[in-house]
Nanobody, 121 residues
């Protein structure tokens, strides 16, 4: 079973930076797209950024130019560098991936447990 564990959330002042990490573990055969979502109180979960296995990236308009997604395929880890944070970035941030386990032929969607990011004004 593939698991995702996020880390790096916390409290930061507006204008500050945080770096989130998400490591995949388990009986992994391969991982394709890795992505970050966020869910603010009372709002729907939204895609923040994604990165393909070849390194292509895509960002939500609200974070473009401030956030950078990257991955280390050797470590099955994805990162989200968040700069120039704003109070409206406050949310629980979730990591998601599509992973294929050893001895399996299918890719399954896997979510992390989430990490809270709070940006104070």
């Amino acid at each position: 079973q593939v698991r995702l564990v996020e880390s790096g959330g916390g409290l930061v002042q507006a204008g500050g930076s945080l770096r989130l990490s998400c490591a995949a573990s388990g009986s992994i055969f391969s991982i394709n797209v890795m992505s970050w979502y966020r869910q603010a109180p009372g709002k729907q979960r939204e895609l923040v950024a994604l990165i393909t296995s070849s390194g292509d990236t895509n960002y939500a308009g609200s974070v473009k130019g401030r956030f950078t997604i990257s991955r280390d395929n050797a470590k099955n880890t994805v990162y989200l560098q968040m700069n120039s944070l704003k109070p409206e970035d406050t949310a629980v941030y979730y990591c998601k991936t599509n992973a294929r386990e050893l001895l399996s032929t299918r890719y399954l969607e896997v979510w992390g447990q989430g990490t809270l990011v709070t940006v104070s004004s």
